[in-house]
């Protein structure tokens, strides 16, 4: 009898529901034997699933019915990042996570340590010819044997290869991130070449991001260089644009002359990376004397290096380039008498000084 009834409510329940829509056979169910209304459990935030991107831990909506439960944490609020959830189509590699390092420099510590056993390397990847239907670099062997000089003598040593391919220069640089530069002050890298917008650089043979030169060397990649400086510069062109000349009069309020606790870091902290001229501008290379920018740079780091902090000393470079430098060229009038400034990003923490090893080494004894 019981069966029979059952399957009768059953049968009528779910062609009322059919028919209009509006009727629950759960709640006809439970009414019909009387059995007590249960609410659903609401799920827990930690079942929710969860898109740092695109919102904020702390305000969580779960629907229900067209009714909402905000469930608000009383700890502090996520930090979320404003950028589209979607990976960039443009990385080329895994960043692993971070690891851990040690180094001596204090959380607080105002200067880059500089008293390891070795200065680090400073190689130079300096391009003549190219496969591609590019002109010759003539002169840039000028700025290569002059960064060879003037870094030996701050104490580095200095690599140097010439007309690499981009295999054989990726090559090069998997290496060098690869190395234990634990007993390193810091690693330095030049780039002498051609280069367009975009932030492309030309090896040999096929243009390549420049992004492939500084990133293999962050702190989860290369952890023996962790909060050291890692310093990249760029002697190439980054467009087809020239930087004409703007005349500035003089003030007349205006003297004119001729004259150690555990602590995190980014992965990408520490780098340093300068170009010889801002996007979308030329930069410019004489054949006999080499580039404005690398032989005003080598002139300044010979000046100051020992006084005077990096940042600062590329900011002299950048004051004599825009100033001092304007282009001449008596064969081809549109690239004469124009004028360059160059760049910096500096993801450096602390002020970095050039000490001389000996200098160094006396002080630590």
Not at 9 to 16: I, Q
Not at 17 to 38: A, C, D, P, Q
Not at 66 to 76: A, C, D, F
Not at 307 to 314: A, E, F, P, S, V
Request: with cysteine.
């Amino acid at each position: 009898m019981f069966s029979i009834v059952f399957c009768t409510f059953w049968l009528t329940s779910y062609v009322l529901k059919y028919l209009t829509g509006k009727t629950s056979s759960n709640k006809m169910l439970r009414s019909f034997f009387n059995i007590e209304e249960v609410s659903e459990e609401i799920p827990s935030v930690d079942n929710i699933e969860t898109e740092l991107i695109d919102g904020d831990l702390s305000q969580f909506v779960y629907k229900e019915d067209n009714k909402s439960l905000n469930v608000i944490s009383t700890t502090r609020s996520a930090d979320v990042v404003d950028a589209n959830k979607f990976k960039s189509s443009n990385d080329y590699y895994e960043a692993s996570n971070a690891s851990t390092t040690t180094f001596t420099v204090g959380i607080d510590d105002p200067l880059y340590n500089m008293n390891y056993d070795n200065r680090g390397k400073c190689v130079i990847f300096n391009h003549t010819i190219f496969d591609e239907n590019l002109n010759e670099r003539r002169g840039t062997d000028v700025d290569a044997i002059r960064i060879n000089n003037v870094f030996t003598k701050l104490g580095f040593e200095v690599l140097r290869y010439d007309d690499l391919t981009y295999m054989e220069l990726k090559d090069r640089i998997s290496t060098l991130s690869n190395e234990d530069h634990s007993n390193s002050d810091c690693i330095c890298i030049f780039v002498l070449t051609h280069g367009i917008s975009e932030n492309l650089l030309y090896a040999r043979d096929v243009p390549y991001s420049a992004n492939y030169i500084w990133k293999p060397f962050s702190a989860d990649l290369c952890p023996s260089l962790a909060g050291k400086p890692k310093l990249f510069f760029f002697q190439a062109c980054r467009g087809n644009k020239w930087q004409e000349s703007f005349e500035l009069r003089s003030n007349a309020e205006v003297t004119v002359t001729d004259s150690t606790a555990s602590y995190k870091i980014p992965t990408h902290a520490d780098f340093l990376i300068a170009h010889s001229t801002i996007e979308g501008f030329y930069s410019f290379r004489n054949e006999k004397n080499g580039s404005c920018y690398v032989q005003y740079l080598c002139d300044t780091l010979e000046e100051y290096a020992d006084t005077k902090d990096l940042l600062n000393i590329l900011t002299i470079t950048a004051r004599k380039v825009a100033i001092k430098f304007t282009s001449f060229n008596d064969k081809y009038l549109a690239s004469h008498n124009k004028k360059q400034i160059p760049s910096v990003t500096s993801m450096l923490i602390r002020d970095l000084y050039f000490i001389p090893k000996k200098q160094v080494n006396n002080k630590s004894e």
